[in-house]
């Protein structure tokens, strides 16, 4: 269980970023903006503006010369974990997609367990499948599985394990032909909030996760280096909390580390169900306003936000479904032979109590992020 509970979090770390722009638009208007005025708390208002808005933009992505390629084929995903949220809305994207290409779909679940993925990955293989899309786990773990792919002529598209962007020398000797992730800001967005909601009058403790190696610390330098430009003054507190101990630990870490330092106001984590965890500790401070600012946009963060007393005060979430009909088009651009793309522009979008009250939490998750038609967008793609 702890693995697979680690295995749903990894590729929300990872992919925890898309804007509700395009990745690079808004991160160019933030720095431009920066550069721009002597005031950082006009700045982190403006770029929050940004962030919290819905998604009306198309990617600007080439069309697939052959959006015939995909019909006949199969799909094997290899989730990381089919008992959570994330890999359900991605395996969710992935059918629908599929199923607009004339695909099926096989599903296996490596459970966050690495050996278990290469197993999956050689069984793919063995099964002559078309094509493999691996969900959540990191592709240097399972290199050789990957090769034996390879060898045999089936591309592997890494889903939700790393930054978009041109595939790696290394991964593509491997055989990685292609990532489908979200654009890596989440903790930019996170500061952009923390800095504009307190108007960088107040302390703040970030929780970053060693389980999570890189990824963590990537986020976690991410809201450090953008606070700090926006608020110079303010005080940021890092602390480590190892997945193993969240459900134990957590609390009364983050409990004792308030009743030192009374001028803390926001709590900051590296995920939505770390928040879940410590919340009871939170609630119980008398006379202390503490909000808690995550990311993954679970349902529970969702309707703490719509609970006007409870801490939950923001919370980035990737529209996942989104990111599974990303997998298919990089899928299909495999198969037909073309070039993958380097971003598939999959958004993120910032929430709070400013755009609560527009999402329907009845919805499934990938209509939570704006009026943008991506299963239209991608359907018209692939017909040239």
């Given amino acids: ?100 290409a004339g695909a099926t779909v096989t599903v296996s679940d490596s459970e966050g367990d690495p050996p278990k993925a290469a197993s999956l990955v050689d069984q793919a293989v063995a099964q002559s499948v078309d094509v493999i899309l691996l969900q959540g786990t990191p592709p240097k773990s399972v290199a050789s599985s990957i090769t034996g792919a390879k060898s045999h002529g089936i591309p592997v598209i ?25 654009t890596n800001d989440v903790g930019t967005r996170q500061a952009n909030f923390v800095a504009a909601d307190s108007s960088c009058h107040a302390g703040v403790l970030y929780l970053g996760s060693s389980s999570f190696g890189t990824s963590s610390s990537d986020v976690v330098d991410q809201f450090t280096k953008q606070f ?13 909390a190892p997945l193993e101990a969240w459900s134990s630990l957590l609390q009364p870490q983050v ?60 919370t980035v979430g990737t529209n996942l479904y989104q990111m599974g009909w990303a997998a298919v088009d990089q899928a299909m651009r495999a198969i037909a032979g073309e070039d993958a793309v380097a971003d598939e522009q999959v958004p993120n979008r910032t929430f709070t109590r400013a755009n609560i009250d527009t999402i329907d939490l009845a919805k499934k998750s990938g209509d939570w992020y704006g009026s943008f038609d991506f299963r239209t967008f991608y359907t018209r793609l692939w017909q040239g």
């Fill in 1 to 100: 269980m702890m693995r697979q509970k680690r295995a749903a979090i990894l590729p929300i770390v990872i992919s925890v970023a898309l804007l509700g722009m395009t990745g690079c638009q808004r991160a160019s208007e933030t720095t431009n903006a920066a550069a721009g005025t002597s005031n950082p708390e006009s700045v982190a208002t403006k770029a929050l503006a940004l962030d919290i808005a819905p998604v009306t933009a198309s990617p600007k992505i080439p069309s697939v010369k052959n959006g015939t390629s995909l019909r006949g084929k199969n799909i094997r995903f290899i989730a990381s974990g089919l008992s959570f949220p994330f890999s359900q809305d991605v395996l969710a994207g992935v059918k629908e997609g599929a199923a607009a």
């Fill in 158 to 182: 890494s889903v939700g394990s790393d930054a978009p962007g041109k595939v790696s020398k290394e991964l593509a000797d491997i055989g990685v032909f292609a990532y489908a992730s979200a």
């Fill in 228 to 240: 700090a430009q926006l608020c110079p003054d303010a005080k940021v507190a890092v602390q480590d």
């Fill in 255 to 314: 409990n004792a580390f308030l009743q030192r330092n009374p001028e803390t106001r926001y709590v900051v984590s590296l995920v939505d169900d770390m928040n879940l965890a410590i919340k009871p500790s939170i609630t119980g401070l008398a006379g202390r306003n503490i909000r808690l600012v995550g990311s993954n946009a679970i349902v529970g963060a969702l309707s703490g936000l719509q609970d006007k007393a409870d801490p939950e005060a923001a």
